[in-house]
T-cell receptor, first 107, second 115 residues
Framework: GEDVEQSLFLSVREGDSSVINCTYT??????LYWYKQEPGAGLQLLTYIFSNMDMKQDQRLTVLLNKKDKHLSLRIADTQTGDSAIYFC???????FGDGTTLTVKP | EPEVTQTPSHQVTQMGQEVILRCVPI?????FYWYRQILGQKVEFLVS????????KSEIFDDQFSVERPDGSNFTLKIRSTKLEDSAMYFCASSERWQGNYGYTFGSGTRLTVV
């Protein structure tokens, strides 16, 4: 199938790093995305990685891609309370989003 | 920064009534999508649209649903006879390409409440 799987919940303390994990099924995906959804809002594209890369850094965000294991992760450094949201990974050209990981940042 | 605009932000309708949800995608985008999210659940794909026709649809997108691009700017989702279980947030999205480094741009959603 075309399932994208994520753990559902993550809780961290402000200032810590957060790591959100995702596994996907289609090895032909060329782009993989992370979206953020704040309460009551739409999905906002946070970052993406092209499939020929294994790492991408964008300010506090680091995306790691392990194509062999079809594993994608998003690391947020120095997590802030404003980072509390649901994070979805998605494959380009596919209709499937993961279940989303709810990140709770405690002060 | 270009946005996808959805109207209305909240729609309340009686069961059995027809509703039309409206979206204005980003002007140079060619691919358009509707997703829905029932409260507390995952984001579910409904339909994608390209070159004035449906390119893909999910099992959710049955005969009660239809999409239309009536002019050069609007993209609408019609639910012919709403059911209680249609209550959800409906998100429109658009993209410049089928795959690409910009992903999809989503609107803020329309909250549909069927009573």
């Amino acid at each position: 199938g075309e399932d994208v799987e994520q753990s559902l919940f993550l809780s961290v303390r402000e200032g810590d790093s957060s790591v959100i994990n995702c596994t996907y099924t289609d090895s032909s995906s060329t782009y993989l995305y992370w979206y953020k959804q704040e309460p009551g809002a739409g999905l906002q594209l946070l970052t993406y990685i092209f499939s020929n890369m294994d790492m991408k850094q964008d300010q506090r965000l680091t995306v790691l891609l392990n194509k062999k294991d079809k594993h994608l992760s998003l690391r947020i450094a120095d997590t802030q309370t404003g980072d509390s949201a649901i994070y979805f990974c998605a494959e380009a050209g596919k209709s499937t989003f993961g279940d989303g990981t709810t990140l709770t940042v405690k002060p | 920064e270009p946005e996808v605009t959805q109207t209305p932000s909240h729609q309340v309708t009686q069961m059995g009534q027809e509703v039309i949800l409206r979206c204005v995608p980003i002007s140079n985008h060619l691919y358009f999508y509707w997703y829905r999210q029932i409260l507390g659940q995952k984001v579910e794909f409904l339909v994608s649209f390209y070159n004035n026709e449906i390119s893909e649809k999910s099992e959710i997108f049955d005969d009660q649903f239809s999409v239309e691009r009536p002019d050069g700017s609007n993209f609408t989702l019609k639910i012919r006879s709403t059911k209680l279980e249609d209550s959800a947030m409906y998100f429109c999205a658009s993209s410049e390409r089928w795959q690409g480094n910009y992903g999809y741009t989503f609107g803020s959603g329309t909250r549909l409440t069927v009573v």
